[in-house]
Structure formats: structure tokens, C-alpha cells
């Protein structure tokens, strides 16, 4: 995860978005490098409008960028990123699809998956249901989306982002929607599932603790254009509890970011 590391998963170097033409545009990023190692848990936090979500979009092919390059997988990314799964702020299921269904849907979508899962449905129901196991949704596979509270859909919305094991998990405030006690049961989930699994991922939020206790590694942006202004290693011990985030060394910590934010936001 060190900005000299050229074996890294993530590589972003000095990277520009300008949304608009370039004279009269709106800068969102500017001179961003960041680079981020496979299997890492890394967090970006920064102030509203800094161009976290941009970076986001960037990092999975969504928009390209106006100047400089970035890598995944020591690809070029040029186009929508099939080995990534996103999940936002406001879970967008198929509302006529249950919950098994819309789990389902990136098999449906991503290459090499579309013709085997005709073949082996089954193998792949019976991977959705463990899952939705993980997330204690299991009872839950037949319901539409219509029917779950906020807190199951944002974790509907996790297991189809993971369907199709990502190596790069990226999640743009993915809790932020919800009540305190669900976003805090939801770190302990996702917890789990990447102590397992060890994809890659990029979390954006705006909650320090939840940023602390995630991650590996936090990053700070600057206000738009945004760049990257400070790395923090997390050392706490994985599995990290909620009660961890009640020690002093972590509440310094929370306290030390929130202070660089608040000059950023100057
Ligand atoms: N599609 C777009 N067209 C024009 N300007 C945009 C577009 N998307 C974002 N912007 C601008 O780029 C800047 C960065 O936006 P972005 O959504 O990346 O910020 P953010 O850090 O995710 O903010 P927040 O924390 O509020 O989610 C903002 O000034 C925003 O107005
Ligand atoms: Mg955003």
C-alpha cells in the first residue's frame, strides 16, 4: 500500500478529473496518486464534494480520466471493470426481482459466468443462499425488495456486489443510509467476509470509526480539486469489535482524522 509500491493491485498516478471542458470545467480531482495493494482494506475519507465518489467512478471505468493514468491488476483501465463489485449509499435492487434473483443478477452480466450459470444454476443458487447466510438473510431469498427494511437491502446489495467473488470490492458510503446499530452489525459482516475472502477494497465514508475499523489504511483528501493528502496506517488487530472502538487509542485516532478533515474543510 506504499505510494512507491509498483506491484501494487490499484494504481492511480497523477490523475486529473475535469468534469465540463478543461478551461471552464469543474476540477474534481487533481494530481491524485494512490496506489493500493491486492487483498488490502483501504479507506478514503475527506470532505462533501471532494471527489471521493468521482474517484470511485474512475477507479471501476465508469468515467475516464482527463489527465494521467490508472492500472488495476496492471491493466489499463479503459471501460467498466468486470472483476470489481460496487455497492453505494442507496441500494438500487430490481424491485420485480426477489432477493435470490437480484443476487443473482451479475452472472447474468459478467463474461464467463452468463453461459456456465445455464449449465449450473443450482451450483449457483446454492452459492447465493450461503451468502445471504453470511449476511443472516437466508429466510429472505424469496422476498421482494419491497418487503426488507433499509438495513436488508444494503446487505442484499453487499452479497450481489460479492456474487460473483470480485477481486476489487468498492463501496462509496454503503451504510450511510442507515440507523447507528445496523451500520455497526454491518462492519462486523463485511469484517467477516473479507477476513475470509481477502478481496481487495476501497471504502469511502464519511464515519471515521467505521473507516478505522475497517481498514488497513486510511486516506485523506483535500476539498476539491481533491488529492490525496495524507496516509494513516491502522495497526489494531483484526478480527477489531465494536468495543475496540471505545479504546483511547482508537477514539486518537478518530480524533486526529476528524482534525485534518476539519482544516481541509478551511
Ligand atoms: N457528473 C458530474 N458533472 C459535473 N460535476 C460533477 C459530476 N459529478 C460530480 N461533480 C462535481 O465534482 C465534485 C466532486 O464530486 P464527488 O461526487 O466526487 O464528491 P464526493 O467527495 O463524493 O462528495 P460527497 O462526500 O458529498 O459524496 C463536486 O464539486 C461535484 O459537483
Ligand atoms: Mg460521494
Known amino acids: 500500500m506504499s505510494a512507491t509500491n509498483e506491484q501494487a493491485f490499484v494504481k492511480l498516478k497523477n490523475v486529473d478529473i475535469i468534469y465540463g471542458d478543461n478551461a471552464s470545467g469543474v ?30 467512478r474512475l477507479v471501476t471505468g465508469l468515467i475516464p480520466p482527463s489527465a494521467g493514468t490508472i492500472k488495476v491488476a496492471n491493466k489499463p483501465v479503459n471501460g467498466p471493470l468486470k472483476i470489481a463489485g460496487m455497492a453505494f449509499q442507496n441500494p438500487t435492487l430490481l424491485p420485480w426481482r426477489n432477493t435470490l434473483d437480484n443476487i443473482m443478477l ?5 463474461d464467463g459466468y452468463r453461459k456456465d450459470l445455464k449449465r449450473n444454476r443450482l451450483k449457483y443458487e446454492e452459492k447465493a443462499y450461503a451468502l445471504l447466510e453470511t449476511v443472516g438473510l437466508k429466510d429472505f431469498a424469496m422476498s421482494a425488495p419491497h418487503e426488507l427494511s433499509g438495513g436488508m437491502k444494503q446487505r ?15 463501496l462509496d458510503e454503503p451504510f450511510a443510509a442507515l440507523d447507528a446499530f445496523t451500520r455497526e452489525e454491518l462492519w462486523g459482516v463485511l469484517q467477516k467476509l473479507w477476513m475470509e475472502k481477502r ?19 486510511i486516506y485523506v483528501m483535500s ?17 477489531r469489535s465494536l468495543s475496540d472502538t471505545y479504546k483511547p487509542d482508537f477514539v486518537a485516532l478518530v480524533e486526529e482524522l476528524r482534525n485534518h478533515i476539519s482544516l481541509e474543510r478551511q
Not at 106 to 110: D, F, G, K, M, W
Open 199 to 217: 478481496f481487495t477494497v476501497i471504502l469511502v465514508t464519511h464515519d471515521l470509526r467505521e473507516a478505522i475499523y475497517l481498514s488497513q489504511k
Open 156 to 170: 442484499v446489495s453487499l452479497c450481489r456486489a460479492l456474487m460473483h467473488e470480485p477481486e476489487l470490492l468498492m
Open 223 to 239: 476539498s476539491r480539486p481533491g488529492k490525496i493528502v495524507i496516509e494513516k496506517n491502522v495497526e489494531f488487530d483484526f478480527p
Open 27 to 56: 476540477k474534481a480531482l487533481e494530481g491524485t496518486n494512490l496506489h493500493v495493494e491486492k487483498g488490502s482494506f483501504i479507506a478514503v475519507v475527506g470532505p462533501s464534494g471532494c471527489g471521493k465518489s468521482s474517484l470511485m
Open 106 to 110: 451479475p452472472l447474468e452480466i459478467v
